[in-house]
């Protein structure tokens, strides 16, 4: 079944609509380039924003600094070089804020682990510059035709069986066969995943258990750990989350988080014959 253009998530929920500026070389960043309306304290350029501050005993202060800029095209390069030397940034998405890394990269993915304080029984998700790109990763031909079209890029996490052919690292969320998937509406990460040539872990950018990310200001304690911290000013989805839907199954569904975009997301997988997986499986 086709998508016709109005039933794709983003197009449903109008929240999400981009604000464009000229690009200058790079690919267009759209959505969250609210950082135009001037966050009170923020210029358009790198700034530098105290993550902490320790008294010594001589009455001096030392202090560790993360470096904040826009979420803007200007800053995609710099934020792709530094996924690609394994460093983990954090990021706005259509969602929450979220902290990003090289998905193949054992040692960033550990990074962020310890900075959230997370178990490593708790996988994280992927994200992906464009829904083409998921076959490379997990088991999309058992889908009905156009459903990724209309879901995606959207406020949605599939999750997918990976399949012998998936490029991921097996040491990415070990003894899973399964992998959550992302294609956030918003052009900033996806360029960045694009640049990178690689997947992106992408998990919400808070200490594991306390309340997700709407602003940078709701993390200010983590950006420390941080080789970037960009920002596309207070996030208007609320703090649900992406909606999280299991695709393992043929011709079923189950929904493992209602989020941010459910009702629209099982609209789409009913349109397109998928039934409710009830099993307790």
Same mark, same amino acid.
């Given at each position: ?55 010594? /005993? !001589?009455? #001096?202060?030392?202090?560790?600094? $993360?470096?904040? *800029?826009?979420? =803007? ?110 294609? /956030? !509406?918003? #052009?900033?990460?996806?360029?960045? $995943?694009?640049? *990178?040539?690689? =997947? ?82």
């Amino acid at each position: 079944m086709n998508c016709s253009r109005p039933t794709k998530i983003a197009q449903i929920l109008p929240i999400f609509n981009s604000f464009i500026y000229p690009s200058r070389g790079v690919e267009k960043i759209g959505f969250l380039n609210l950082w135009a309306r001037s966050r009170k304290g923020f210029s358009a350029v790198s700034v530098k924003k105290m993550a902490w501050s320790l008294d010594n /005993p !001589d009455g #001096n202060v030392e202090t560790k600094k $993360a470096t904040v *800029s826009p979420a =803007a095209e200007d800053y995609s390069q710099e934020a792709i070089e530094a996924i690609r030397a394994g460093k983990v940034i954090a990021v706005p998405t259509d969602t929450l804020y979220g902290f990003a890394c090289d998905a193949c990269s054992a040692e960033a993915v550990n990074r962020i682990y310890e900075i959230k304080g997370r178990k490593h029984t708790s996988p994280l998700a992927i994200c992906v510059g464009d829904v083409h790109d998921i076959k490379h990763y997990a088991v999309t031909d058992h889908l009905p035709h156009g459903l990724l079209d209309c879901l995606l890029p959207g406020p949605v996490t599939l999750v997918l069986r990976r399949g012998e052919s998936s490029i991921l690292e097996k040491s990415l969320n070990p003894g899973l066969e399964s992998i959550g998937v992302r294609v /956030p !509406d918003c #052009n900033f990460i996806r360029v960045i $995943a694009r640049g *990178s040539r690689s =997947a992106i872990a992408l998990t919400s950018a808070n200490l594991s258990g306390q309340p997700s990310s709407i602003d940078i200001k709701d993390f200010e304690n983590l950006w420390e750990h941080c080789a970037y911290v960009y920002d596309g000013g207070i996030l208007p989805a609320g703090r649900a989350g992406s909606t999280v839907v299991d695709l393992t199954k043929l011709g079923k569904y189950k929904i493992l988080r209602p989020g941010s975009a459910k009702e629209e997301t099982v609209a789409i997988l009913e349109r397109h014959s998928l039934l409710e997986d009830g099993t307790g499986d």
